[in-house]
Each structure stands twice: as C-alpha cells, then as structure tokens.
C-alpha cells in the first residue's frame, strides 16, 4: 500500500473541522471555540496523578495527546491557536516542542506556567463555548459545554476525514502486531499476565498509552465480558484464550479481539464458525444499513451456529424472539470507535440532538444510528457460557429447549469473541482489520 500523504491528508481533515466548528459555533450564537487540553488528576489524599488522559475533542484537531494544561483557541475566519505548555520542571518530562505536519497550520504561543494562559484566552466580553471538564477552569474561562455546540461536533464526529481513517489504520497495524506476539505467548504456555505484558511490548505502550485496559482471559475467564485480573500464574491446562486489546496512533483507537482454543477441537471448530459468521456481518457495515438490524441479524445467525452446534433444540428464529440467544449473546454487536474506543452520539438522532431507542430487549447495544460513508464501527460477536445467565435460563419454561450436557461440556473454554474495525463507504467495506491482518502476513 502507497504511503499516505499526510500532510494533505491533515490540511483537508483540520478545514473540515474549521467548517464543523463555524457551524456549530453559529448555532450556539458563539464567538469562539475554546478547548483545553485536560488537567492531571490527583489521587485523594495523596500527590500521586491518576494516568493522564487528553480531552478528545483536543486531540481531534492536532495529534498531541500528552500536552496537559494546554489550550486551543478558534475563532471563525482566523488561524487556530495552540496555547502550549512547557512548564520548566525536572520532576517530569516536559513535552518536546511542537512539530510535524501540523504546526504551519497554528499560530503557537509557548507558555511556562498554566496560569500564563489567561493572556490568550478569551475575555468575559467574548461569548466563548468551552469544551471540557471541570477541573480545566482558568480564571473566568471554565467550561461551559453548550449542548446546541457539542450535539453538532459530537453527531460529525462519527464521519472520519481520510486522514482519522488513517491514524486508525495505524493504530491497527501496531494492535495487530501485539495480538501476533500475544498468541505466541499463549502457544509458549504465559500467564495472563505474562501475554498482557508481551502485548504492551509487542505495541510499545504501555497502559496508560492503550486505549483501554486489555482483556486477556484463559478458560473460564472468557466468559467475564470484561475480564482485566490478570492471573499470575497459568491454569493446567490452558484451554482456550480471548484477547480484546488495541492500540493508539496520534490519539486513535483500534479495538481488536480474537478467541483461540489450545487445541484443533470442537471448540476451535465453534470459533471457526463464529469467524465465519462475523466475517459477514462485517460486510453489512454498508451506507444506509440500520446498524440496529446488524445487532439483530448478528443473533439470528448466532442462534444458527447453537443450533448446528447442538447448544438449542429450537429454531434460531424462537431462540432470538425468546431471548435464549441473549443468553449465550447478552452484548451489543459493536460500536463507534474514533477518537474513543467507545465513540460519542452512538444515539444521536440528528446533530440538532435527539436519541434513537435501542431495539426492546437489548440494553447493551451502544450504536443505534444509520450507517453512512466515513462511519468506522467494531464488529463483535460472541457465543459465551457464562454461569449467571445460564442459571437463570435453567428456571426458565424454556430449559428444556437447551443441550445441558453440551453447555456444559464447552463452558470450560469460557466463550468466544470476535472483532474487528470496519469502515463503512460509498462501496464495499473496509475491514481495517483484516487488511492489517493480511499485511502483516504477507
């Protein structure tokens, strides 16, 4: 694949931005756009910093993502500012001097202590719409978050330029080749623990670098959707192994997760079906599908590999009127990822505000909008055999329709998890990561 030209690539991304910005500032009848950078947390009755974490609405007009205390300012019609801070301190690293592809683009005023800011914020006369937490409060300047502004920024926020796509195309590049060195671990015999640290290698970040805190689960911690303890110490023996990690690149996420059994058995057999089954529901990411009936197809063809499977003894179309496939499926089938792992207005009706409803009967989905071009969306199926849902479906008038001595034969292996990043376009899909999948193998 030709290497991008990204500095072209981020001059259209940052006036697509300029062009979000004036709009949703005129309809909030505000002057300038304000965002601050984020602030260090402090530990309770301690000096210890909680790891720190740039605002994303920051992030998504420069690549800086460790600049705390910093400020960017935009009026319509004038150059963006960059307030940067470059504290003199020798307890910490102090951020290098702005550079790259990015800087023509910004004016860039150099400060040494936060409260040097003031001088380049705006004023109490200025109508200024404020974006960010609370803790980053200067003086006068302190968020304000109008919703009219953060409605409109959030609902574009899913339409990627050409450059975020590729910001994420590398993040999954790096996410891909820590989940290659992650299985190596797991054939070699690690811990948990012992993959988890291969995997931040493999990536080199560490966890306050990742975009959330991984999940590497051996046998029955499978089925603990969000499973992060870690063992020290690997079980005899190691049945089976779900990995969902990712990765960041200038402040984007991949999120990739992929199930492996020890052995070439039934199990294995079951997540080459799984496989199969999410490969086609990724490509459905298509411009004007309702990712709602991806989310309910994704049941369906779910409840057909328990059925094949001899998990149910009903139809796969009972199973999801019933609600028995939530049993083995109680997740939603994905969800926006940019910026977050778990991106913004997953709901959104319009970017005047808004919510689409969730389908009844499925809390978890975090995605209900109409897929469009520029949409990147994670597809994640899962067949689970987790012991409080089953425990209650054993209650239930529907107990006999499901293979006891089956379920329980497979619920060592904990369950199965598939997922990848796809982006939705004009055409045919783009699985980002499949395509780093095939890369990296080549």
């Given at each position: 694949?030709?290497?991008?030209?990204?500095?072209?690539?981020?001059?259209?991304?940052?006036?697509?931005?300029?062009?979000?910005?004036?709009?949703?500032?005129?309809?909030?009848?505000?002057?300038?756009?304000?965002?601050?950078?984020?602030?260090?947390?402090?530990?309770?009755?301690?000096?210890?910093?909680?790891?720190?974490?740039?605002?994303?609405?920051?992030?998504?007009?420069?690549?800086?993502?460790?600049?705390?205390?910093?400020?960017?300012?935009?009026?319509?019609?004038?150059?963006?500012?960059?307030?940067?801070?470059?504290?003199?301190?020798?307890?910490?690293?102090?951020?290098?001097?702005?550079?790259?592809?990015?800087?023509?683009?910004?004016?860039?005023?150099?400060?040494?202590?936060?409260?040097?800011?003031?001088?380049?914020?705006?004023?109490?006369?200025?109508?200024?719409?404020?974006?960010?937490?609370?803790?980053?409060?200067?003086?006068?300047?302190?968020?304000?978050?109008?919703?009219?502004?953060?409605?409109?920024?959030?609902?574009?926020?899913?339409?990627?330029?050409?450059?975020?796509?590729?910001?994420?195309?590398?993040?999954?590049?790096?996410?891909?080749?820590?989940?290659?060195?992650?299985?190596?671990?797991?054939?070699?015999?690690?811990?948990?623990?012992?993959?988890?640290?291969?995997?931040?290698?493999?990536?080199?970040?560490?966890?306050?670098?990742?975009?959330?805190?991984?999940?590497?689960?051996?046998?029955?911690?499978?089925?603990?959707?969000?499973?992060?303890?870690?063992?020290?110490?690997?079980?005899?023996?190691?049945?089976?192994?779900?990995?969902?990690?990712?990765?960041?690149?200038?402040?984007?996420?991949?999120?990739?997760?992929?199930?492996?059994?020890?052995?070439?058995?039934?199990?294995?057999?079951l997540i080459d079906e799984v496989d199969a089954a999410q490969r086609k529901m990724c490509d459905e990411v298509r411009a004007g599908r309702d990712y709602r009936d991806i989310h309910l197809g994704a049941h369906l063809k779910l409840a057909s590999?328990?059925?094949?499977?001899?998990?149910?003894?009903?139809?796969?179309?009972?199973?999801?009127?019933?609600?028995?496939?939530?049993?083995?499926?109680?997740?939603?089938?994905?969800?926006?990822?940019?910026?977050?792992?778990?991106?913004?207005?997953?709901?959104?009706?319009?970017?005047?505000?808004?919510?689409?409803a969730k389908p009844e009967g499925h809390p978890y989905l975090r995605l209900t909008r109409t897929l469009a071009p520029g949409m990147v969306v994670t597809i994640e199926p899962g067949i689970y055999f987790i012991d409080m849902l089953l425990e209650?479906?054993?209650?239930?008038?529907?107990?006999?329709?499901?293979?006891?001595?089956?379920?329980?034969?497979?619920?060592?292996?904990?369950?199965?998890?598939?997922?990848?990043?796809?982006?939705?376009?004009?055409?045919?899909?783009?699985?980002?990561?499949?395509?780093?999948?095939?890369?990296?193998?080549?």
């Amino acid at each position: 694949m030709p290497s991008p030209d990204l500095p072209a690539l981020y001059a259209e991304h940052l006036a697509i931005l300029k062009q979000r910005a004036d709009t949703a500032l005129e309809r909030g009848r505000h002057d300038m756009l304000v965002i601050p950078s984020g602030t260090r947390h402090y530990q309770v009755f301690d000096d210890i910093d909680y790891p720190y974490a740039v605002n994303p609405h920051f992030k998504h007009w420069l690549p800086l993502t460790q600049a705390p205390g910093s400020w960017l300012v935009y009026a319509p019609g004038q150059r963006p500012r960059l307030i940067f801070l470059q504290p003199h301190d020798y307890w910490h690293t102090v951020p290098q001097d702005p550079q790259g592809y990015w800087v023509e683009h910004f004016d860039i005023e150099i400060i040494r202590n936060a409260e040097d800011a003031r001088q380049f914020l705006p004023s109490t006369s200025v109508r200024a719409a404020i974006i960010g937490e609370p803790q980053s409060a200067l003086g006068h300047v302190v968020p304000n978050n109008p919703d009219v502004v953060l409605d409109y920024l959030h609902y574009h926020r899913a339409y990627k330029t050409a450059y975020e796509i590729e910001m994420m195309r590398e993040a999954t590049r790096i996410g891909v080749r820590a989940h290659r060195a992650a299985l190596r671990a797991f054939r070699a015999g690690a811990s948990e623990f012992g993959i988890y640290l291969v995997y931040c290698q493999a990536a080199a970040q560490d966890s306050s670098q990742l975009p959330y805190s991984s999940i590497i689960a051996l046998n029955e911690h499978a089925a603990i959707l969000h499973y992060t303890d870690r063992d020290p110490w690997p079980p005899k023996p190691a049945r089976s192994f779900l990995i969902d990690a990712g990765a960041s690149h200038h402040g984007y996420a991949c999120d990739i997760t992929r199930t492996w059994s020890a052995e070439q058995d039934e199990f294995q057999a079951l997540i080459d079906e799984v496989d199969a089954a999410q490969r086609k529901m990724c490509d459905e990411v298509r411009a004007g599908r309702d990712y709602r009936d991806i989310h309910l197809g994704a049941h369906l063809k779910l409840a057909s590999i328990l059925k094949e499977a001899g998990f149910i003894h009903m139809s796969p179309e009972s199973a999801v009127e019933s609600g028995v496939s939530s049993t083995f499926f109680p997740h939603g089938i994905g969800h926006g990822i940019g910026l977050q792992v778990h991106d913004v207005a997953g709901f959104a009706e319009s970017d005047s505000g808004g919510s689409i409803a969730k389908p009844e009967g499925h809390p978890y989905l975090r995605l209900t909008r109409t897929l469009a071009p520029g949409m990147v969306v994670t597809i994640e199926p899962g067949i689970y055999f987790i012991d409080m849902l089953l425990e209650k479906l054993r209650t239930d008038s529907l107990r006999q329709s499901i293979n006891w001595r089956q379920v329980q034969q497979f619920k060592p292996y904990g369950g199965i998890r598939i997922e990848d990043d796809v982006v939705c376009t004009e055409d045919a899909p783009i699985n980002l990561t499949r395509e780093a999948e095939a890369e990296t193998a080549a």
